[in-house]
């Protein structure tokens, strides 16, 4: 692959690059990264003829060893992150937001080399013809998001199941010194639960605790609805015991729980009971009762339905 060093990208609009690009040959461009940029591109490929392209962060992870009482720094693999696809076509746009929407693409400072944006170029479509690009590139630098920054991108991340993402956010957050809050937990909770991960959900409640950060209404519902979602309701009900002890602490303030979840709390404890009876009812039916133990299965399931849909 032809590579150049990373390079500083000046802010603003830069001008328009001609490139050409021999026959199957590869090229790479590579943009030194801030932090906290937006950076776009606009690729047109010239003649109407198809090439791949791909774009992806990547961060040097270097560590060290004690050689005869000197340390050496060795090279690790690089850590990369995509943020486009390898594609094949005639005209590519696109940008990296490493504000908000690409905030998860850079890991800690502190564990590699300085970052880049690298855009990869590859002529191997039309192998023997070689091809000439346009490339346009600018550069605004934006203000280091906090942590109501970081919520958002994480709450986006429930409509499209995106809990990978979301946990990554949250590694990001640690990385650059901004603290959770309960509603960062609540939103990483809820990508947990659109994606069906119930175990990584009860992770970031138990997270939360580590944090000192006091677990609310909305970090319980997402839990208790997602271990309910995904068939675990003795889970659920040990849930809705730490919910019943955390509304009954006097030492919180008044406004701690929600007043929709202090009226829901006497339904949920009805339904945990009858969870429990026919439970309990499995457990003592006998093996040869074949229809009863049917019956009791088919009510347990209607039950979990019904909690669900009035969760």
Aim: with cysteine.
């Amino acid at each position: 692959m032809s590579e150049r060093s990373p390079t500083e990208l000046a802010e603003g609009e830069g001008p328009t690059e001609k490139i050409e690009i021999l026959a199957a040959a590869r090229f790479a461009r590579k943009l030194l990264l801030d932090g906290h940029e937006r950076i776009t591109w606009n690729i047109q490929v010239l003649d109407g003829y198809d090439i791949f392209f791909s774009a992806k962060v990547i961060q040097d992870q270097r560590s060290e060893i004690l050689c005869e009482g000197h340390r050496v720094g060795l090279r690790g693999v690089d850590r990369s992150r995509v943020v486009a696809e390898r594609t094949r076509g005639t005209h590519f746009s696109g940008q990296l937001d490493l504000s908000l929407e690409h905030a998860g693409c850079l890991g800690d400072a502190a564990g590699g080399g300085r970052p880049y944006l690298q855009l990869e170029f590859d002529n191997y479509f039309s192998y023997f013809t070689p091809k000439t690009i346009t490339l346009q590139q600018s550069k605004s630098a934006s203000a280091a998001p906090d942590v109501e920054s970081y919520n958002s991108a994480i709450a986006s991340c429930e409509g499209q199941k995106q809990w990978e993402r979301a946990l990554s956010l949250m590694d990001r957050m640690l990385g650059v010194g901004i603290s959770p809050n309960a509603s960062s937990f609540a939103a990483t909770i809820g990508a947990c639960k659109s994606a069906g991960q119930w175990a990584m959900a009860l992770d970031q409640l138990g997270s939360m605790r580590h944090a000192g950060v006091l677990p609310d209404t909305a970090c319980y519902t997402a839990a208790i609805d997602t271990c309910e979602a995904c068939g675990h309701g003795e889970l659920a009900i040990r849930l809705m015991h730490e919910l019943g002890q955390v509304a009954s602490d006097e030492s919180l303030p008044d406004d701690y729980l929600s007043e929709q979840a202090l009226l829901q709390m006497p339904r949920r404890t009805d339904l945990e009971e009858l969870e429990l009876l026919l439970a309990e009812s499995l457990e003592k039916c006998p093996p040869d009762a074949t229809e009863l133990f049917h019956h009791l299965r088919s009510a347990k399931r209607s039950l979990a339905t019904y909690a669900a849909s009035h969760g």
